[in-house]
């Protein structure tokens, strides 16, 4: 999504406190989300953070529920439009992969490799991402320069 009118954005961005009461006495909050694409039934969430906020509990464990459940997660770290660490879920997977450098070109292969998976296995495919992530294992040898 390209954002032609930050203002008229910006206007009207939700505040969903007025749920906060919804959810009994616990800490749960709904939570935005930056980006999300599908493709053939494969999902991809984007998550953006600023340069020294981490994921927080409440996240961490939603992305994981997320990833369990097949989605791919993407988390980016840096200023808007200038990417410099990133990390993932893997679809069926708990645990993220640790954190690494970015650049936009690292985060343009990430999401271009995931989309060429998916694409590849088609929406009719009986074939999940792979339950080892074995598409992610070549995107990080690009990733690292080691193709």
Same mark, same amino acid.
């Given at each position: 999504? $390209?954002i032609?009118?930050?203002?008229?954005?910006?206007?009207?961005?939700?505040?969903?406190g007025?749920?906060d009461?919804?959810f009994?006495?616990?800490? !749960?909050k709904?939570?935005?989300v930056?980006?999300i #694409?599908e493709?053939?039934?494969h999902?991809l969430?984007i998550?953006?953070?600023?340069?020294?906020k981490e994921?927080s509990?409440g996240?961490?464990?939603m992305f994981?529920?997320?990833?369990?459940s097949?989605?791919?997660?993407?988390v !980016?770290w840096g200023?808007?439009?200038?990417p410099?660490?990133?990390?993932f879920?893997?679809? +069926?997977? #708990?645990l993220?992969?640790?954190?690494?450098a970015?650049?936009?070109? $690292? !985060?343009?292969?990430f #999401?271009?490799?995931? +989309?060429?998976?998916?694409?590849?296995?088609?929406?009719g495919?009986k074939?999940?991402?792979?339950k080892k992530?074995?598409w992610l294992? $070549?995107?990080r040898?690009? !990733?690292?320069?080691?193709?």
């Amino acid at each position: 999504m $390209t954002i032609k009118n930050k203002d008229a954005f910006m206007g009207a961005l939700w505040d969903w406190g007025f749920l906060d009461e919804c959810f009994n006495k616990t800490k !749960i909050k709904v939570s935005d989300v930056d980006g999300i #694409v599908e493709r053939n039934g494969h999902v991809l969430f984007i998550e953006a953070k600023p340069p020294g906020k981490e994921v927080s509990v409440g996240q961490s464990i939603m992305f994981s529920a997320l990833a369990q459940s097949g989605f791919t997660v993407l988390v !980016i770290w840096g200023e808007t439009n200038k990417p410099k660490e990133f990390m993932f879920w893997k679809p +069926y997977q #708990v645990l993220p992969s640790k954190k690494m450098a970015a650049t936009e070109e $690292t !985060i343009k292969s990430f #999401v271009r490799h995931w +989309y060429v998976c998916v694409d590849e296995m088609g929406r009719g495919s009986k074939r999940k991402m792979d339950k080892k992530g074995k598409w992610l294992d $070549t995107l990080r040898m690009k !990733i690292n320069g080691d193709d």
